[in-house]
Structures are given as C-alpha cells and as structure tokens.
C-alpha cells in the first residue's frame, strides 16, 4: 500500500502524537528554512515572508523532557505564525 493513501484530513506531519516536538519546516515558495521546538501533529506554522501555513517536513521528539533546549530559550516563540497558538487562542507552551 502506498504511503500516500492516508485518511483524508490526518497525517499533515510525520508526527501524530499528542506532544510538542522539534519540527523542520521549508517554505514551498520561497524555501525559506527555519526550525521550533513548539511543533505538534497535524498543525503548521505561518512562513514570516510568504504568510502561507507550512507543515513540518521533519519532525522528532525534543531532547530534554521540558523539551527546550537551551538555545531555544532566548528566542520569542513566534505566536501569531503558529497554527497551535491560533487554534487554542493562546501559547501553545501552556499545554501540558
């Protein structure tokens, strides 16, 4: 069976659990690359140029339980780009 026959509206991203991964993501229009550490199953973040919702290409668990890794700190997670934070109207972090 070929792994393109998914259900429809399911597997948007390799991941499908219910936790916050590491996500890769490329922008198919202007192929910007960029990574987060607030990435989920099945949702996307927005691409700062293009303003188009990009799903993980790549995605694995994070490294440390809390699931931040220390350069991840000092960055400002990018609410209004996340497809999670918009759904739940609020930082996506905060689910535990």
Request: some cysteine.
């Amino acid at each position: 069976m070929s792994s393109q026959a998914r259900p429809k509206g399911e597997g948007l991203t390799p991941y499908q659990g219910k936790k916050r991964c590491f996500g890769e993501y490329k922008c198919p229009k202007c192929k910007r690359k960029w990574m987060s550490g607030n990435s989920w199953a099945n949702m996307g973040q927005e691409c700062i140029k293009c303003h188009i919702n990009v799903y993980p290409h790549k995605q694995r668990p994070l490294e440390k339980p809390d699931g931040l890794d220390v350069s991840d700190q000092s960055k400002e997670h990018p609410q209004h780009l996340c497809e999670k934070c918009k759904v739940l109207g609020y930082y996506c972090r905060r689910v535990q």
